[in-house]
């Protein structure tokens, strides 16, 4: 009886173990899952490279050439996230650079907490370096241009139904004089069933 009790106990505990296994699979990174229908990876990827088609090929990328004889210097901005969900905008930020690098069009400068890391350094290498390896005070590459945008949404839902809708705006604004060159957008309209 006592092993008849073991034998059982250990065919149940088998059971359990194998209904919690878990199955993970590599995919190819550029292949498009929705689990959630919330913002993913794919999102992120298509609107950036949308957006970084639609920014490089319009007038102001002529206009500005022919008027100062070189590329324009873009820095990369905020892309508030006004939307219903927690989106990383970091991520849409990084695709948005790669693009623009990638594309040769444009030159890229780093914003933000980059920025303020790269000046961090430039300091310390004139505290402890020796004056003629150090990085030296003004020669970072003023930008022309700043991109900024914004991501939002709308969600309709009914019973086991529901629509999201993503619209992400971005504009590029010259630093100097505020003027805005060019605005974008981008739709994404999801529909899930629960």
Not at 68 to 73: F, N, S, Y
Request: glycine share 6%.
């Amino acid at each position: 009886m006592k092993r008849q009790i073991q034998l059982f106990g250990l065919i149940t505990f088998a059971l359990i173990l194998g209904s919690c296994s878990r199955q993970v699979t590599r995919v190819a990174t550029d292949q498009a899952i929705d689990l959630s229908g919330r913002w993913n990876d794919t999102d992120s990827r298509l609107t950036a490279q949308a957006l970084t088609e639609q920014v490089l090929n319009q007038r102001w990328l002529d206009d500005f050439e022919r008027a100062h004889g070189r590329k324009p210097v873009v820095v990369v901005g905020l892309v508030y996230n006004k939307s219903h969900e927690h989106i990383d905008t970091d991520t849409y930020i990084n695709d948005i650079e790669r693009s623009f690098i990638n594309s040769g069009k444009v030159r890229l400068v780093q914003a933000g907490a980059k920025r303020d890391e790269l000046r961090a350094e430039r300091q310390d290498q004139n505290t402890y370096a020796s004056p003629g390896t150090a990085a030296k005070w003004g020669r970072e590459l003023g930008a022309d241009f700043i991109m900024q945008g914004d991501i939002s949404s709308i969600v309709d839902s009914y019973k086991r139904e529901k629509v999201i809708f993503y619209q992400v705006n971005e504009e590029l604004t010259n630093l100097e004089t505020n003027e805005v060159v060019w605005m974008g957008e981008k739709k994404i309209k999801k529909a899930v069933r629960n």
